[in-house]
């Protein structure tokens, strides 16, 4: 089994027009995924990659009963087509924008509260069940169907370890690309508790980077839940080039805990196996899994 | 994008706050004749860097007449300024803020800036302004007040009495504190800013409320629509290189080794440094590049680091994705290299979207590189390279 999609999803593209919506919504049907449709204001009831075409989301939900829609839109307008998702009450969302401006993710998170979707990203690589659904822009021909979960912050590393992965002979119940911007939707922990709650998930591999409180947070939950899986973390930027600071509120609000060495500290704490490089990720959560057996 | 001191107040006068007067200098002349202009009995010259803690590090003189402004403006123009925020690299001061030099009966620490965690604005207060704040705060000398802004950006009137209280102010002071958290509310929204920092906000003999410095960071991603905000961009603060590389979509960042670093993603970036240092080598360079670049956007690039003399070996380490597959990183290195007629030894791993095309690309440009698909293999390769090449000099 597989975490936020099965083989029931229907997907619709918002954006599905564009040079980048037309490209993956094609590998995306290619693939396997149920494409059942598009939005894209002002070009209502025409067909494109030869589905139908709708001006809005709730009309495109209500006549193709998809319950996944992809975000393919442009910055300038990413959040509000979120924010529509969101009001047509999508159950899930995955936003694949990146450079969205920040302020308006904070509209976005508060339309979320009031709503029922489970938003992922933006700037996320998407979401990727082997042989069952590919919502996103990840790469497929590395992944293998399987028992490890997938989470990942960084964008570029998702395919990267999936691929490690796979070499080391263990399959993927589910890759998640959770976006790598600040403020965005499903966090790091909420992901990691699906997985928990997945009886196919036998071990959970985390791909975290500098920046931000959430492998903090995961390793806050993970010290007090105790999970009965592995774990196993691979957290980058640990030689980043130096940043510089602009004036001291930064240091207010997240402390000094959000470099990679810190995060690296608070998840060994909390009994996850540290990867050190992305070419050690499949056989450290190979070893890990023999232990556990 | 770092706003200077000086746009900064510009910005926040717009939005009826008040700043001290002053003039930005180019020239320690334009300096003595903008304190002239100002005829105050005390003058602070102030050095234009987009970094706090520049009091402690000589970054701002007090005087007492334009000449001594002058003066001021000459010793700071043309000097590199470092302070605990800037790195070690600090600042080229292009430029100085003249101006007139306020007494303070009291100063605070106030800022709004996004909470990322919580996905909201915040308004971060303290009774004391300064620039030890940091350390204060560490020792329990001084403390941080907090108030959250509601969704939509509005704030409570009972909040805003409550936080003025906590911060210990006059009660006839209550109502200017509330219009001044207002105005910094709007001009935070209105410009899609992610920092406004007033450290210090002074409070003077007369009851007013000014801000003696002011931090603007506004958010690269929302520049689109601040077309004015955009103009104020100059070259000033990265150097040359990363601003035209920005231009070509990459993401790039100066170091202080030997190998040149090509990679796309930043998690694979970042990763990739580390991996050079766990190898013992020393990296050039940080180079994303975007899923929007052309060849021609990667061959400038490649010429980036060509042109760097420090450059020894360099290292490719792509995932080619659907948009940006890796024959067009391949492309992108053969123009740079025919281009420049420059070459280093170049080592490539390469793995997803048309890795293998790109290898025959490679070859119809005529490019050596040493290809290892294995990622620790690659990094080792490139460490030795640009070792071997050191030794030899």
Redesign the interface.
């Known amino acids: 089994m597989s975490i936020l999609v099965n083989a029931d999803t229907r997907v619709i593209c918002q954006g599905m027009t564009g040079r980048a919506g037309t490209h993956y919504s094609a590998a995306m049907i290619e693939y396997g995924t149920r494409v059942v449709g598009g939005v894209r204001p002002g070009r209502g009831s025409s067909r494109h990659l030869g589905l139908p075409v709708f001006d809005t989301v709730a009309s495109a939900k209500a006549d193709t009963g998809a319950n996944a829609s992809m975000v393919f839109v442009p910055p300038e307008n990413a959040a509000a087509a979120m924010i529509e998702a969101i009001e047509a009450e999508m159950p899930l969302v995955v936003a694949l924008t990146e450079r969205v401006p920040l302020q308006d993710m904070i509209r976005v998170r508060d339309a979320l509260k009031h709503g029922t979707t489970t938003l992922i990203g933006p700037n996320s690589q998407g979401i990727l069940a082997p042989g069952v659904c590919k919502i996103g822009v990840m790469a497929t021909g590395g992944e293998r169907s399987g028992h490890i979960g997938i989470l990942s912050r960084s964008a570029s590393l998702t395919s990267e370890v999936t691929a490690q992965v796979s070499a080391a002979g263990l399959g993927q119940s589910t890759t998640v690309g959770i976006g790598g911007d600040a403020i965005h939707g499903l966090s790091m922990r909420a992901c990691f508790e699906l997985f928990l709650a997945d009886p196919e998930t036998h071990g959970v591999v985390i791909v975290g980077e500098i920046g931000s409180i959430e492998e903090e947070e995961l390793a806050d939950f993970i010290a007090t839940s105790r999970p009965d899986m592995p774990v196993v973390a691979l957290i980058v930027g640990r030689h980043a080039p130096e940043r510089r600071r602009m004036g001291h509120s930064g240091a207010f609000i997240e402390g000094a805990r959000n470099d990679a060495a810190g995060k690296i500290r608070a998840l060994e704490n909390a009994g996850v196996i540290i990867a050190e490089s992305p070419h050690l990720v499949g056989e450290t959560m190979q070893r890990a899994l023999l232990i556990e057996a | 994008m770092?706003l200077q001191e000086f746009q900064s107040k510009m910005l926040l006068v717009r939005y009826g706050t008040d700043v001290p007067k002053g003039h930005p200098a180019l020239t320690a002349d334009d300096a003595q004749a903008a304190a002239r202009s100002l005829g105050v009995e005390r003058y602070a010259v102030k050095a234009q860097v987009?970094?706090?803690g520049r009091g402690r590090s000589k970054g701002v003189v007090l005087v007492s007449s334009p000449e001594e402004a002058g003066a001021a403006a000459r010793g700071l123009l043309g000097e590199t300024l470092v302070t605990e925020?800037?790195?070690?690299a600090g600042y080229l001061v292009r430029q100085v803020l003249v101006e007139e030099a306020i007494e303070a009966n009291r100063s605070l620490?106030l800022?709004v800036?996004?909470?990322?965690?919580r996905?909201?604005?915040?308004i971060?207060a303290g009774p004391e302004g300064s620039e030890d704040?940091?350390d204060k705060?560490q020792s329990g000398e001084t403390r941080?007040e907090r108030l959250a802004l509601a969704?939509g950006g509005a704030l409570n009137e009972t909040d805003v009495k409550a936080l003025a209280q906590r911060l210990g102010l006059d009660a006839k002071l209550h109502s200017s504190f509330a219009r001044l958290l207002g105005q910094l509310r709007t001009a935070f929204?209105e410009n899609?800013a992610?920092?406004i920092?007033l450290?210090p906000l002074a409070i003077t003999a007369a009851g007013t409320f000014v801000a003696l410095d002011a931090?603007i960071?506004i958010?690269?991603?929302?520049l689109?629509?601040h077309p004015d905000l955009m103009a104020l961009r100059d070259d000033w603060e990265d150097d040359g290189v990363e601003i035209a590389a920005q231009s070509h979509q990459l993401n790039y960042?100066?170091?202080d080794g030997d190998i040149g670093v090509v990679?796309?993603?930043?998690?694979?970036?970042?990763?990739t440094?580390?991996?050079?240092?766990?190898a013992n080598g020393r990296?050039a360079n940080?180079m994303d590049i975007r899923?929007t670049a052309t060849s021609i956007d990667v061959a400038h690039g490649f010429t980036l680091l060509l042109d760097n003399p420090a450059v020894r070996s360099i290292l490719v380490n792509v995932?080619?994705?659907?948009?940006q597959p890796c024959d067009i990183i391949a492309d992108g290195l053969g123009i740079a290299m025919r281009r420049t007629g420059k070459a280093r030894p170049t080592v490539v791993r390469l793995?997803?979207?048309n890795a293998e095309y790109a290898r025959f690309r490679f070859q119809n440009f005529g490019c050596k590189v040493i290809d290892c698909p294995?990622?620790?293999e690659a990094v080792t390769r490139a460490v030795d390279e640009a070792s071997a090449r050191g030794e030899s000099r």
């Not at chain 2, 925020?85 to 070690?88: A, F, L, R």
């Open positions: 770092n987009p970094a706090g925020q800037t790195g070690p620490y800022a800036l996004v909470d990322t965690a996905a909201e604005i915040v971060l704040i940091e705060l941080i969704p929204m899609d992610t920092l920092e450290n931090k960071v958010d690269d991603n929302a689109f629509r960042v100066r170091m990679v796309n993603g930043a998690g694979l970036g970042l990763a440094l580390d991996m050079i240092r766990a990296p940080f899923t995932h080619g994705g659907g948009m793995a997803g979207n294995d990622m620790k």
